[in-house]
């Protein structure tokens, strides 16, 4: 009877269209060309959605699902070569697999000769079988199978000598135990359940540049190349104005002039890239490469290496036109000197700013930043010449300046080796693992410490007499998150640094244990388990190749409160869509119309979470009760803990309310 019913249930969700979770970026065509009695060209091609990559023929045994072509031959039929594509695979060393793989990123087509010997017509027989990603997330493996008529000859005999081992055939669906009439928790599950209101509290990347091109400018006045400029502007403004509402005015004139400029930098540097080759800049290796020694170099000149300068033609060149210029022109000048000769300072924190903003892969990124940037650095010079008296309360100029282009030095550095950590993971290098990423960043920030101290000294700082209130602090601050570092080196997560530091997998040695579940890998075993102790499942559909997986486990799965609530209340059951473990015997089921074998364990999840909940993408998230019905909407890739939580309590509270 169970039988019969799970039969029923599955033709019903054949008729009915899925939803719009389910993702169709790679379309199949299959035709036959230059067709005649002795032989005939086959012709797959495959049409691939912007952003999304089909994998090549040829991967690594411990890499993600190839793209192959299985033919059933018949007798008198036999295939020259291989299948040609029509253009080459863009190859690439993959950081997430630690292996070269190849995929195609645009339409392709394949081909094949076929040669037919007793020049009669034939029926051509079999898959395609195919994973298709993206930046974001990934669709299961699937298989399409196809039928093709080729020769012009007679029809021939239908026999086959499969180039392949086909599948034996099985039932219709994936035999489940019987009791508790478990066909129930392959049944499709009508998603109707209220969808639970989340805040997300995550922040912008536009508004997390723009803040730190904010607290760069803020920076900037700090450096002796900008402070000593302000009573100086100033002081020009209240000589050359003679009424105070023409001060005021020119005040306001200059800090939106200075604002123009530096946002026009940002437009440009957007308006050259644009945002594909933004993203691009943010996970090529020769580009963080680069990025790398650029921050290398600001690093050493912040330490006093050398002065980054622009040429002094340019800056003679403003400053005359700021003189012959009059009115709201000779203003912009003088905003534009200010750029020019502050050059030396700004630079690298400029550079950084539109380095940071470019690894962000946002085509809006750089004018944000830059925006943030001329805002800080024009409001003092506005303010001080609309408020001339607040000017006797700044400090004066002096040795502390330089301290802080010294103190941006260190940051500079370790920010550089985020870069390289990138280059470092792309080309399997092994360098800079998590272990040696650490004990460097250990060493910088001890070694700031000990500087704000006055324990380290370079060429151009004065003796320090005195620590000084605010340099004790800004040390006791270096030197606490060095120790804080430290519990990383035996794999300690790292949470607030996570996203600067390597992944947790190239830690050569780790005593953490945090984030371990006991969870069920078999949909049929979890679902007893569960419906035995009379717990809610929450089932993870997720991939060994899948990104935005790993980030929820670690940013969300891997939190006190979540880990607490799965661990006292669910039966997690974790199934891998493109599991590569072949199942003890091939399985075969109706899917749109077709028939498809399973062969892989995969294949099983991957058949499960689209009959089932008409999805294919992962991460997926989702409740179910003992009968196998959705007690809440799924949920997806999101990083907020406290939305997530609310899901979880939302659909304990549904199973006891039905409990």
Not at 443 to 459: D, E, N, T, W
Request: glycine share 8%; charged share 20%; net charge negative.
């Amino acid at each position: 009877m169970c039988r019969k019913i799970l039969s029923f249930a599955l033709l019903l969700l054949f008729a009915l269209q899925l939803n719009a979770q389910t993702f169709d970026p790679i379309k199949w065509e299959a035709s036959v060309e230059d067709n005649s009695a002795t032989g005939a060209t086959l012709r797959f091609a495959a049409t691939i959605e912007k952003g999304w990559h089909l994998y090549g023929f040829d991967l690594p045994e411990d890499g993600p699902n190839a793209t192959s072509i299985k033919l059933d031959l018949p007798e008198g039929v036999t295939a020259e070569g291989d299948f040609v594509p029509d253009h080459a695979p863009k190859e690439e060393f993959d950081p997430v697999f630690t292996l070269k793989l190849s995929w195609w990123e645009n339409d392709v087509v394949f081909t094949r000769r076929l040669k037919i010997a007793d020049g009669k017509s034939h029926e051509i027989t079999g898959q395609i079988f195919f994973q298709g990603c993206n930046d974001q997330t990934c669709i299961a493996p699937q298989k399409i199978p196809f039928t093709l008529k080729v020769g012009t000859g007679e029809v021939a005999a239908a026999t086959a000598d499969a180039e392949q081992p086909a599948a034996a055939p099985s039932n219709a669906a994936p035999d489940v135990a019987k009791s508790h009439c478990e066909a129930d928790w392959w049944a499709p599950v009508d998603i109707t359940a209220e969808d639970v209101p989340a805040e997300n509290v995550s922040s912008s990347p536009l508004w997390v540049i723009f803040i730190w091109g904010f607290g760069g400018g803020l920076l900037a006045l700090l450096t002796p190349c900008v402070w000593p400029l302000i009573p100086m502007t100033v002081s020009f403004f209240l000589k050359k104005s003679g009424s105070r509402r023409k001060q005021v005015s020119d005040a306001i004139i200059y800090g939106v002039s200075i604002v123009v400029i530096y946002l026009t930098l940002g437009l440009i540097i957007t308006g050259i890239f644009g945002a594909g080759k933004l993203n691009e800049l943010s996970t090529n290796a020769w580009f963080n490469m680069a990025f790398f020694l650029l921050l290398l170099l600001f690093a050493i000149s912040f330490f006093g290496g050398f002065d980054i300068q622009l040429p002094e033609k340019w800056r003679n060149g403003a400053d005359a036109r700021a003189e012959r210029a009059t009115g709201l022109l000779s203003i912009f000048f003088m905003a534009f000197t200010l750029a020019l000769v502050s050059f030396s300072c700004t630079g690298p924190i400029i550079g950084t700013l539109l380095v940071e903003a470019a690894s962000m892969g946002n085509f809006a990124g750089p004018a944000a930043g830059m925006a943030g940037f001329a805002i800080a650095l024009a409001l003092p010079f506005t303010l001080f010449a609309v408020f001339p008296s607040w000017l006797k309360e700044v400090p004066r100029s002096g040795s502390w300046m330089n301290s802080v282009k010294v103190v941006l030095g260190f940051l500079e550095l370790a920010l550089s080796l985020k870069f390289l950590s990138v280059a470092d993971l792309a080309y399997g290098w092994g360098i800079l693992d998590r272990e040696v990423f650490i004990c460097l960043w250990v060493v910088i920030f001890v070694m700031l410490g000990l500087y704000l101290l006055g324990k380290i000294r370079f060429s151009h700082d004065t003796p320090l007499d005195h620590v000084s209130i605010p340099r004790f602090f800004m040390s006791l601050a270096s030197l606490s998150f060095a120790v804080y570092l430290i519990p990383g080196l035996w794999g300690a997560p790292l949470k607030s640094v996570s996203a600067f530091v390597p992944p947790l997998y190239t830690q050569d040695f780790s005593l953490y244990t945090g984030g371990v579940f006991e969870e069920f890998d078999d949909y049929d075993e979890g679902m007893r388990y569960a419906a035995e102790n009379h717990r809610p499942v929450l089932i993870d559909f997720s991939g060994h190749g899948c990104v935005n997986c790993r980030k929820m486990e670690g940013a969300v799965f891997d939190t006190p409160v979540v880990t607490g609530i799965i661990k006292e209340n669910f039966v997690l059951i974790k199934l891998m869509v493109d599991e590569k473990k072949a199942l003890p015997e091939p399985m075969t089921v109706e899917e749109n119309g077709q028939k498809l074998t399973l062969e892989t364990v995969g294949d099983k999840w991957s058949y499960l979470q689209r009959v089932k909940f008409a999805a294919n993408s992962q991460p997926y998230y989702i409740i179910l009760d003992n009968d196998g019905k959705a007690l809440v909407s799924p949920t997806y890739y999101d990083e907020n803990v406290t939305a997530f939580v609310e899901w979880l309590n939302a659909g304990l509270k549904k199973y006891s309310e039905q409990n």
